[in-house]
């Protein structure tokens, strides 16, 4: 039986560029042989989640402005793998974002 760790990800964000405070979703998935058993969320390569609790999707709120990078790692019995990277440009009130 042939093992293959996480590959063919498909790694998105709900939006891409959003103002300071509102709710974001990221979504994640990968294939495996075994099955996915974890996903991370990394964020400016620091580690977000642990993924254990994780199906794959994220829901947050962004506190900061800035540019940050987003990606996931996926895990089986077989290793390792990383989707590509996804920049969320967060901006504050002086770019006219607007709190409702």
């Known amino acids: ?15 891409v560029d959003v103002c300071q405070g509102k709710a974001i979703t990221f979504s994640c ?11 991370q969320l990394f964020e400016n390569d620091a580690l977000v989640t642990d993924g254990i609790h994780s199906l794959g999707i994220w829901n947050g709120t962004l506190s ?9 790692k996926a895990n089986n019995t077989a290793g390792t793998g990383e989707s590509q990277n996804v920049t969320v440009t967060v901006n504050g009130e002086q770019h006219n974002c607007f709190m409702y």
């Open 29 to 39: 998935s990968a294939d495996g042989n075994p099955a996915v058993q974890t996903y």
């Open 64 to 72: 900061k402005d800035g540019v940050f990078i987003y990606k996931c």
């Open 1 to 15: 039986m042939l093992l293959d760790k996480p590959e063919n990800f498909q790694f998105a964000a709900s939006d």
